[in-house]
């Protein structure tokens, strides 16, 4: 158990809806990412925070795409007017500031846009 | 030219084999080094780190040579489980963002 938990599991949605995605990670967890992974492909760097500050966007993070980390607890990840290409599985790291930039993973959250 | 590049295989090797993979990184800056494992429709796990000496843990021997910017992972003694998709993983220079390879598929078979 890496201690972060992701919600929902799996979420089908219809193109043009938006939808959010939360991650709690443990207290301990300062560093906070944000991944997409599609079949075949390796997870690609979306973002990630320390604390409650974002410091890093990736350019995949378009003006649809938003993340916050209020109180540098939990984290959501929404997706404004969703397109069949944000069909993928997005995951959520936490890493402590005593794991040597190793990250742990929760179990993603399955996106379908039909 | 992608920053972290593996063979996608698949490697198809039988039980108790030896089985190798290598890969590449485009940034000499890079400083944190790590192989993930993940199985079909599941998030990646931290399988090992890196380091400059290389480290082994059980069947598992991990390298890396800074020189020609590779790292390599041998499994000794192959099993079932082993089956599955294995990352290669470097940070961005100075970041902490860390770049995931493709990854490359081993199946195990009896």
């Known amino acids: 158990d890496t201690g972060v938990s992701q919600d929902p599991r799996h979420k089908i949605t219809k193109r043009g809806q938006n939808v959010t995605f939360r991650c709690d990670p443990i207290?301990?967890?300062?560093?906070l990412y944000w991944y997409r992974q599609t079949l075949g492909q390796g997870p690609e760097f979306l973002t990630y925070?320390?604390?409650?500050?974002?410091?890093?966007k990736s350019r995949l993070l378009s003006d649809r795409f938003s993340a916050e980390r209020p109180k540098g607890s939990f984290s959501t990840l929404e997706i404004q007017r969703t397109e069949q290409g944000d069909s993928a599985m997005y995951l959520c790291?936490?890493?402590?500031?005593?794991?040597?930039?190793?990250?742990?993973f929760g179990e993603g959250s399955w996106l379908t846009v039909v | 030219r992608k920053e972290v590049e593996q063979d996608p295989g698949p490697f198809n090797v039988p039980e108790g084999a030896t089985v190798a993979f290598n890969c590449t990184y485009s940034?000499?800056?890079?400083?944190?080094f790590f192989w993930y494992r993940q199985d079909c429709r599941k998030e990646p796990k931290l399988l090992m780190s890196?380091?400059?000496s290389g480290n082994e843990d059980g069947r598992f021997t991990a390298q890396l040579n800074r020189a020609s910017q590779y790292i390599s992972l041998l499994i000794r003694d192959s099993k079932l489980s082993d089956s599955a998709t294995y990352l290669c993983?470097?940070?961005?220079?100075?970041?902490?963002?860390?770049?995931f390879g493709s990854g490359t598929r081993l199946l195990v078979r009896p």
């Open positions: 925070f320390q604390n409650e500050a974002q410091l890093e």
């Open positions: 993983v470097v940070n961005a220079d100075s970041s902490y963002k860390l770049i």
């Open positions: 890196v380091y400059s």
């Open positions: 940034n000499s800056a890079s400083q944190s």
């Open positions: 207290s301990e967890h300062n560093r």
């Open positions: 790291a936490g890493e402590t500031a005593i794991s040597g930039n190793t990250i742990y």
